[in-house]
């Protein structure tokens, strides 16, 4: 017998951010001839891990892609805290900068939460500030956090409902768990999170119609962890040897799942979408 073909179950993040790239370039077109806007990027980048200049240059290709002008900030290893603060404070009254994305993780004699919050919140394209993160908690969502806010796009276009339904967060970062949470109980969900601490994460991964994992750990969820019929969203980028691994152990579990993003080409080009949105809704609140 031959083997079954499973491809119209992946969710292809690759088209579907394609598809929202061209709603927001759209937009950027409009912005500029109707206000004369352009939406502008700064992008700080301290040191240079590989791997964050990677995730950097990503973003600035889509700037590009989308009309949004981008500009890198890449500042040496040895910068101070008030050096880092400093050039924050400048883009914060750039008026023609409506994004700053701090790029994490910062060099371990930083301080990446004083650094947050010294960002301007209507500037936050990241939604990492506590200001965006407490309007968030209380369904206000604006500028958000853009990878769960990914989850809920793809929720969205393929129609899968939310309400009502079981969904398992695994992972409480504040960049994917918590902010995931907030947003799925924001649409009526029955919310569980576990995470690297919890007892017996079986008892409960099984019982997920929506089941959302982002906690780096290669390939922790296996097939029979997860309910027939379940929408998977794997948040986990795993490097080894060039390759990299999502949390999902994918081609098995996919033949569980009703849908399912494999890693690369799921959730990673849907975040670099909605940050796009979030820099042209932060020009758009520009002007208001
Ligand atoms: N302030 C801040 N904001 C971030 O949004 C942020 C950050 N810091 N630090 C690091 C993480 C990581 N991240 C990724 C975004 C897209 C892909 C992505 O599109 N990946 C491609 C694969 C790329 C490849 O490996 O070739 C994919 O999944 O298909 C990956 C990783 C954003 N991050």
Same mark, same amino acid.
């Given at each position: 017998m031959p083997e079954e073909n499973y491809?119209?179950?992946?969710?292809d993040g690759r088209s579907l951010s394609k598809k929202l790239e061209e709603q927001i370039g759209k937009g950027v077109d409009q912005i500029q001839t109707e206000n004369g806007i352009t939406p502008g990027l700064a992008t700080i980048l301290v040191g240079a891990d590989p791997a964050s200049r990677m995730y950097v240059r990503l973003k600035h290709k889509a700037c590009e892609r989308v009309g949004i002008h981008a500009e890198d900030h890449n500042m040496p290893g040895h910068t101070t805290q008030e050096q880092l603060i400093q050039r924050i404070w400048e883009l914060n009254t750039r008026?023609?900068?409506?994004g700053i994305l701090l790029q994490l993780?910062?060099?371990? @004699? &930083?301080d990446e939460k004083s650094a947050m919050f010294a960002i301007d919140p209507a500037k936050d394209a990241d939604g990492f500030h506590p200001y965006n993160m407490g309007k968030l908690l209380i369904?206000?969502?604006?500028?958000?956090?853009c990878t769960p806010k990914g989850v809920i796009r793809a929720l969205e276009e393929y129609n899968?409902?939310?309400?009502g339904k079981h969904a398992v967060v695994v992972g409480h970062s504040n960049v994917v768990g918590k902010p995931m949470a907030a947003m799925l109980i924001n649409r009526n969900a029955t919310v569980s999170v576990c995470h690297?601490?919890?007892?017996?994460l079986k008892k409960y991964t099984p019982d997920a119609d929506i089941l959302v994992v982002g906690?780096?750990?290669? @390939? &922790?969820?296996?097939?029979?962890?997860?309910?027939?019929g379940a929408v998977i969203f794997d948040v986990g980028i795993t490097e080894e040897n060039g390759k990299v691994y999502g949390d999902v152990d994918f081609d098995n579990v996919v033949k569980k799942a009703l849908l399912i993003t494999p890693v690369?080409?799921?959730?990673g080009p849907m975040t670099i979408a909605i940050l796009m949105e979030h820099v042209l809704m932060a020009a758009r609140n520009s002007i208001l």
């Open positions: 491809d119209s179950r992946k969710i008026e023609d900068i409506h993780p910062l060099p371990g @004699h &930083l369904g206000e969502e604006g500028l958000v956090p899968i409902p939310i309400q690297v601490f919890t007892d017996d906690t780096g750990v290669k @390939h &922790l969820i296996k097939a029979d962890m997860v309910k027939e690369p080409g799921g959730v």
